[in-house]
Structures are given as C-alpha cells and as structure tokens.
C-alpha cells in the first residue's frame, strides 16, 4: 500500500520555510482517521511544547489543516478546528515575551 501526500505549499505561498515535518505527520494520520490524527496531535504537543518555534508551526499547521478539510471532511475540519483553539489557548496561557510575540509575529 502506498500513500500519496499533499505537499504544504506555504513556503510557496507565504516565505515561510517550515521547521518541522508536522504536515507531512498529520497527512500521514488524515489516511487512520479521527484516531490518527489525534493520536498524532498529543504526541506532537507532548514531545514539542517545550520548543515556542516548533508548537508556533504546529498551530499553524492545524489551522492549515482545519483549511483543508472545510467543505471536504466536516468531521475532520471541526476536530482540527477544536485542535488549533486548544492549542492557541495553551500558547497564550504558557508562552512569554519573546517566545509569544514570535508566535503573534509567524501566524499574523
């Protein structure tokens, strides 16, 4: 079995140059379903929340994903929605100075 995956144009689109493979992870867990992609999420936050640049792209690739799946997969763009708010919560109630305004700055 071969997976086919979408390619995250954002460097294409926007300049920014991503850091992590969380797209390419989350695409991978879209192909396992709601499991997979919450699965994918807490292993994420878990490993990266302590790193502001790598859960700053995580936001944003949840947020992308909410995008993608809007009129396609209801279900899967409401759970990456409740997934990209838990997480912009977080951000604000645990990231400081610095590390907040890189994570206003990027996702402006």
């Known amino acids: ?7 995250w144009t954002i460097e294409e689109l926007t300049g920014y140059k991503p850091l992590t493979t969380f797209y390419t992870d989350f695409s991978i867990a879209d192909k396992f379903g709601v499991n997979g992609i919450k699965s994918t999420y807490e292993n994420a936050f878990r490993s990266w ?6 859960i700053t792209e995580l936001a944003m690739v949840l947020n992308w994903k909410c995008w993608r799946w809007y009129q396609v997969n ?8 409740d997934l990209y708010y838990k997480l912009d919560e977080w951000i604000f109630n645990n990231l400081k100075g610095d590390e907040l305004d890189y994570y206003i700055q990027i996702t402006d």
Request: charged share 30%.
């Open 1 to 7: 079995m071969s997976i086919i995956l979408e390619n």
């Open 74 to 81: 209801d279900e899967f763009s409401r759970l990456y929605t």
């Open 49 to 54: 929340k302590n790193n502001y640049k790598y």
